[in-house]
């Protein structure tokens, strides 16, 4: 049966929802909160949105890598202690490994350059380890990744001796603590580095995910198995492969979160932060069977949820009211999304 | 077939990181004394030294569960604190250390009225009056950054603060902090929203001496100024540190666990989490002083850490009870969480007087 | 009629624009078994839901024993004596036989369960279905699906169902389940049930029913004794026009093979498989459900283990092969489980169509989508498939839209050698000649084709040769005019040996 075709409006209507609705929901809380703080107007600040931005950054570059990996029908719960693992690998190095090195190499200041590389390096094998683990052992990604959960938390807390370590000042060149800094320097870059970095990565995946193989791939995975494997398509290498894309995302995160710390490797943090990565997928329009999601989507979730914690501070809302008004809005945002799905589909 | 090739390639990976990881870095974990049928049984019941007053804690000393208690004065900590910020904001010089004094509180002495008053302060309901971008109402916009909220000592310096707003009448105090006492990237995101919102100064109590540098001297070099209190931090761009000696409080501690215990036995430290200034340089001070001046007490595990929640305090406790039962005489536990953890797992293992 | 049981006259239902009933009338009387006939679509599952309380209908009447009859919902029409055996079977696989067949039906004495009466109800109603066999405490997914099925009938005749009504029942069933089931029906039948039969495997029907009505675009054409008609009558009821050719022939010459099997297994039982197939010719896989053709085929594909054997395609000689090999050498495979396997129902046509093929319009790794979809395009024109563009997911089409984007998928990859498992399989009559006619075009450009099919009629109208595999051996493939319908079956359920 041929199903009857919308009018020219109809289609276009629907075109724009689907493209704008993620904004729609942003809109929504970014007018709520100007309205409730609209006595001092600072909400709506340049200021302030740097800074929201910034606090975007860290989930934003980890809800990347969770975005294929969600497409793929994965999950990753481990992104957290990857990124507390990358933290404490870079301090230790930057404080141990580095005075080894001979003193030419150090000369051309390459510590940090080195620093962020086994940081990623790290990031890139934890996800690696989960994608073979899973293909591997054919267990479901929850479990496995439930495993290296506390796996590399206690790794990392173990590698620094269930302490903080702290790298000095000195070791840290002035350019890395700006990636993250609220006030962008130089002045005309308007937004921290690390911002345009996100963007830039952004572009690059939503690309990578429409115009490329294993883009394409990821989808089919997702969305079927069994008809990828039908398809020919490698279906366990494929999944080490996205998985280690997903460890790279988040060893990214580690050192965007090492920066933002300034310099402190400290293996209890980013305690949860799988979760707001999840939800911020989630939000955007991820669907965890499988076979759905956007680049722009993600984005949009984190914003909301960086939009939500900031504004709740601003308002003075208590931290146990945050708390409900960030979990009842994750769900009306993806109910919303379920029912617009639903009347495009 | 297929899987069977990937199978082992996980089976490598493992493999790969156990090895290539090497081994822990070495730790100062002093040995346990010997755990043979050689050694005398530790007498009836576990001395235990806690820090800072909580209802709990002040009704257990009573009941004699607890045989001293070092406390602070977060009241006063509160009122310093929001006032040296208000007389640097009004242009008149400010001392760069302020302390807010410490005691010990016995089971003999937890009746007198002074010690009365610092263990029952005025306490303020965790409710936020002003928001960060309300209309302001008066001359100066305060935000005040506690390391959490859930701790009793934070409602007690709230009040303290709320106290000091009043006395003033020309300060507007906002109350704001991180729910965990770990959570250093939220301290450090509250710091950034002030400063967006445009305070006029912030009053913080750094979760971390290292990772709050940075944002505290950008808001520094914005013109905002910031009063550190209760724990330090490590910059010299703030106008003042008002807090307790930790370190005599510390002292304090070991001095009457040595008093308790006449000189002699074993002792536990239960450390509190890492990174904390205020409460490394309590142990600090406690280990010192026993090691200088109790030459009869031996340290048997000062490697645990409680964690930042309550829950996490009672775990460790309990496990490191069933390690060292029967072997320890005393115990030290330098914060609020950690003496409550340790005080439930000791009456849960029927180990105390 | 007037000894009728469930009579339903006029009955109208529309969905916004869409008339889905537009005027049924259809009654069965207790001890008459009556077949609902039509392609999908015909409105056969709206009348189902319909008279499960599923939906409401529009206008219209309908009685049970002389009394109206309008259900608010299973639970009410199972109260009032109608009940349901679903094509997809609504058991919960975790619990026991027992719990399965009382489920919704406990018996409860001060709040507790009196389990020894469920073991004593299901036990009853299994013996009464003849088949003591099955144990009242085994798990449900333990059993196979025939056995499933016939929980699902005890549990309406522990509810003293008055009308049952099967929904395609033997879809999944293998052909020794089917005839079980159909001994059932006939033994309910004689208790005095009424019975609605749907289905649109036209042989089958013949064999338990003894009335039929046939649907047609939400209308009943026609109704009568299935012993009074023929079955080309009834298809002409069916598509509403003469239905001309159903098996469509279009000529094509076998050339040279391009498959061989040599001493081939997949699986452990049986003999080992030797097969040839050849450019230019469609040859026939027949067989029990069961039998191994399946595994057979996804083991040349690559997707199962190759147990031994060699296989030779064109020329290059070799045992197991990943898919990725198998589809570089040119081979095609075509799913028996369209939802679960062969396509991603969520994707879109222009995905599931080009997966296999998606290199070919890769430069160095980068896609270009444009020509893709012109390709894509082509295709959807060419096979006809009726869609709103290459965009729409799969999962709005219908089944035999869907089948034909998973072949245009075996045709965009390039394939010379197509293995098509159950290529017709669910899909109405109207797709399936259509299908016909594109094989039979297809081996006149001169690819292989070998079907795996258990509707015999299509084999013996579209294949040039005919194998018959049963328990995992395979007999040598023989022209088609060398075997008979009733030869086939003979071989298939032989069993034993098979020479």
């Known amino acids: 049966m041929l199903p009857a075709r919308p009018g020219l409006h109809r289609r276009l209507l629907t075109w724009a929802w689907t493209v704008f609705g993620p904004f729609a929901g942003l809109a929504l809380i970014t007018a709520l909160f100007a309205w409730m703080t609209r006595h001092s107007g600072q909400f709506l600040s340049v200021d302030n949105w740097r800074t929201i931005v910034v606090h975007t950054v860290i989930v934003g570059t980890a809800a990347l890598g969770m975005t294929v990996i969600i497409i793929a029908g994965g999950i990753d719960l481990s992104v957290g202690s990857t990124v507390a693992l990358v933290t404490v690998c870079m301090a230790l190095f930057m404080k141990k490994v580095d005075p080894l090195l001979p003193e030419a190499l150090r000369a051309w200041k390459v510590t940090m350059p080195l620093a962020i590389a086994l940081g990623v390096g790290v990031g890139g094998l934890c996800g690696a380890l989960n994608g073979a683990l899973i293909s591997g052992l054919r267990v479901v990604p929850f479990i496995i990744t439930l495993g290296t959960y506390q796996a590399y938390r206690g790794l990392a807390t173990w590698l620094a001796s269930s302490t903080t370590v702290y790298v000095s000042a000195e070791m840290r060149p002035p350019w890395f603590g700006r990636i993250v800094a609220i006030d962008p320097e130089p002045r005309w870059l308007l937004v921290a580095p690390g911002v345009w970095m996100l963007l830039g990565l952004s572009l690059a995946l939503a690309i990578f995910l429409r115009y490329s193989l294993p883009g394409r791939y990821a989808y089919a995975i997702g969305s079927n198995e069994s008809t990828a494997r039908l398809c020919g398509i490698n279906v366990p290498a494929m999944k080490v492969w996205i998985y280690w894309l997903g460890g790279l995302a988040a060893g990214l995160a580690g050192v965007l979160q090492f920066a933002f710390l300034g310099g402190v490797g400290a293996p209890t943090t980013a305690s949860g932060l799988e979760l707001r990565v999840i939800a911020a997928v989630v939000i955007g329009g991820g669907s965890l069977s499988g076979g759905e999601g956007t680049v722009l989507g993600t984005l949009v979730g984190c914003l909301i949820m960086a939009v939500l914690e900031n504004g709740c501070v601003h308002a003075g809302i208590p931290n146990a009211i945050q708390d409900i008004v960030i979990g009842v809005i994750i769900i009306i945002a993806v109910t919303l999304d379920r029912l617009r799905r639903g009347r495009t589909a | 077939m297929v899987g069977g090739g990937w199978r082992c390639v996980g089976v490598l990976l493992v493999v790969g990181l156990i090895a290539g990881c090497g081994g822990p870095p070495e730790g100062g974990t002093a040995a346990p004394g010997g755990s043979g049928p050689g050694v005398a049984p530790a007498r009836q019941g576990v001395v235990l030294i806690g820090f800072d007053a909580s209802e709990a804690l002040i009704g257990a000393l009573g009941q004699g569960k607890i045989q001293g208690l070092v406390v602070q004065n977060p009241v006063l900590m509160g009122e310093l604190s929001v006032k040296a910020m208000v007389k640097h904001l009004e242009k008149q010089p400010v001392e760069p250390k302020i302390s807010t004094g410490e005691a010990v509180v016995t089971p003999e002495n937890y009746k007198s009225p002074e010690i009365d008053k610092l263990i029952h302060p005025v306490r303020a309901e965790n409710v936020s009056g002003a928001s960060l971008s309300g209309p302001k109402t008066k001359k100066w916009k305060v935000i005040v950054i506690p390391k959490g909220t859930t701790h009793e000592f934070w409602e007690a310096l709230h009040a303290g603060t709320l106290k000091a707003a009043a006395e003033l009448g020309n300060v507007e105090v906002i109350w704001l902090g991180p729910q965990k006492e770990d959570e250093r990237d939220k301290q450090i995101e509250l710091v950034h929203s002030a400063v967006a919102a445009g305070v006029d100064g912030i009053v913080l109590a750094p979760l971390d001496a290292h990772a709050l540098v940075e944002p505290v001297e950008a808001a520094v070099a914005k013109g905002i100024p910031v009063v550190i209190f209760d724990s330090g931090l490590d910059t010299k761009k703030f106008v003042s540190f008002v807090a307790t000696d930790n370190y005599h409080g510390g002292v304090l501690a070991a001095r009457r666990l040595g008093e308790v215990l006449g000189g002699k036995g074993r002792v536990i430290l239960l450390r509190y989490a890492v990174g904390s200034e205020s409460t490394e340089q309590r142990e600090k001070g406690f280990t010192e002083t026993l090691a200088k001046e109790f030459p009869g007490l031996t340290l048997i595990s000062d490697t645990e850490y409680a964690g930042p929640t309550f829950d996490s305090a009672q775990q460790k406790s309990q496990s490191l009870l069933t390690r060292y039962r029967g072997q320890v005489d005393g115990i030290f536990c330098p914060n609020e969480s950690s003496t409550f953890g340790m005080l439930r797992a000791l009456e849960g293992a029927g180990m105390l007087r | ?499």
């Open chain 3, 1 to 499: 009629m007037t000894n009728d049981l469930l009579e339903m006259t006029g009955v109208y239902k529309s969905f916004g624009a869409t008339r889905a009933l537009d005027g049924v009338s259809m009654s069965v009387g207790a001890g008459e078994v009556r077949a609902l006939i039509g392609e999908n679509g015909a409105g056969k599952s709206t009348l189902m839901k319909i008279l499960s309380g599923a939906y409401r209908p529009d206008a219209g009447s309908m009685m049970l024993e002389g009394r109206p009859y309008s259900p608010r919902g299973p639970r009410e029409a199972l109260a009032q004596g109608v009940a349901m055996i679903y094509q997809e079977l609504a058991l919960a696989p975790a619990l026991s036989v027992e719990a399965n067949i009382l489920l919704g039906q406990e018996r409860v004495r001060s709040g507790f369960l009196r389990l020894r009466e469920h073991r004593r109800i299901a036990a009853e109603a299994l013996e009464l279905l003849e088949h003591p066999d099955i144990r009242p405490d085994a798990k449900v997914r333990d059993l196979g699906v025939g056995a499933q099925q016939l929980v699902e009938v005890a549990r309406a005749l522990v509810s003293r169902a008055r009308v049952i009504v099967f929904d395609e029942p033997t879809s999944s069933l293998s052909e020794r389940d089917a005839q079980r089931l159909f001994a059932i029906i006939e033994r309910l039948r004689r208790r005095g049930l009424a019975i609605v039969y749907i289905s649109h495997f036209l042989e089958e029907v013949r064999r338990v029913a003894q009335t039929y009505t046939v649907l047609r675009d939400g209308r009943s054409v026609a109704e009568g004794k299935l012993a009074e008609t023929n079955l080309r009558t009834i298809i002409g009821h069916m598509v509403g026009r003469d239905p001309g050719e159903l098996f469509p022939r279009v000529p094509h010459e076998p050339g040279e093979p391009v498959l061989e099997l040599a001493g081939f297994r997949a699986g452990s039982r049986g003999r080992p498989a030797n097969l040839t197939l050849r450019r230019g010719e469609i040859l026939g896989l027949a067989g029990l459900v069961g039998a191994g053709r399946t595994r057979l085929v996804r083991a040349v594909f690559g997707l199962e283990p190759v147990v031994a054997g060699r296989v030779r395609v064109a020329h290059i000689e070799g045992g197991y092969a990943t898919p990725r090999a198998r589809i570089e050498e040119g081979i095609g495979f075509l799913s028996e489980d369209r939802k679960g396997e062969g396509l991603a129902i969520g994707l879109a046509i222009e995905d599931n169509m080009t997966y296999p093929g998606l290199r070919r319009h890769a430069r160095l790794g980068w896609l270009r989508l444009k020509e893709r979809r012109d390709e894509v395009v082509r295709w959807m024109s060419r096979l006809r498939i009726a869609a709103t563009g290459p965009l729409q997911p799969v999962g709005g089409l219908s089944g035999g839209n869907q089948q034909k984007v998973a072949l245009a998928r075996l045709l965009h990859q390039q394939a010379d050698v197509l293995l098509l498992d159950e290529p017709t399989r669910g899909i109405d009559v109207g797709s399936k000649a259509e299908i016909y006619r594109l094989l039979g075009e297809l081996a006149a450009r001169g690819k292989a084709i070998l079907v795996v099919s258990s509707y015999l009629p299509e084999l013996f109208g579209i294949c040039d040769r005919i194998a018959v595999m049963t328990r995992g051996s395979l007999t040598e493939a023989l022209p088609v005019d060398r075997w008979t319908e009733h030869r086939v079956m003979e071989v298939a359920t032989r069993g034993d040996e098979a020479d």
